[in-house]
């Protein structure tokens, strides 16, 4: 199974604050995101992660993490994301790649679709298919409607998706009863 998320924000402590999340300390935060990771991704399913995984970590408490969470990891490039900090998980084979954004297609009940994933919000040219996932916003703004928007573009952030990865067919699936009416 495929899965995505962004913004875990591993030991940021005033992401508590901003994003209104109900943990008492990083500690507690750190080990709920990822028990809800764990119960919901295999070690061999895959999961897109949206950038800002981290926050101001030390390499080693990095590595501790990735290596703690199930599945085969990518990262796209958030804002709080370092290249260094990204090469070296790629170079202790702790993530299969990192790109700043990443185009991809998923074949479910006999139909295409079509998704683009940035760390930042991104909108679908008018008539397109494309399904935009992104992060960055924590859900914060109106526009975005929860999670989704109108048009096809989901904030897979952990701020709106109680603090777990979304699969694939989750989101063709919610994307197709929002079409359906």
Not at 12 to 23: D, G, L, T, Y
Not at 27 to 41: D, L
Not at 133 to 160: F, Q, R, S
Request: glycine share 8%; hydrophobic share 35%; proline share 3%.
């Amino acid at each position: 199974m495929i899965f995505f998320t962004s913004d875990a924000h591993y030991s940021h402590a005033n992401i508590i604050r901003f994003c209104n999340r109900p943990f008492a300390d990083v500690h507690s935060m750190n080990k709920h995101i990822t028990e809800s990771w764990n119960k919901v991704v295999t070690p061999e399913d895959e999961v897109y992660i949206l950038g800002d995984i981290f926050f101001k970590l030390p390499k080693s408490k990095m590595r501790n993490i990735m290596s703690g969470l199930n599945g085969k990891k990518y990262i796209v490039k958030g804002n709080h994301d370092r290249t260094e900090t990204l090469n070296n998980l790629f170079n202790a084979k702790l993530i299969e790649w990192w790109k700043y954004s990443h185009d991809m297609s998923y074949e479910y009940d006999g139909k295409m679709y079509d998704f683009s994933l940035s760390h930042y919000p991104h909108y679908p040219v008018k008539g397109d298919e494309i399904i935009c996932l992104h992060g960055h916003t924590h859900g914060i703004y109106e526009h975005h409607g929860g999670y989704t928007h109108a048009t096809g573009v989901i904030d897979v952030g952990v701020d709106n998706l109680g603090y777990e990865p979304i699969s694939i067919e989750q989101i063709i699936n919610f994307i197709e009863r929002s079409k359906n009416g």
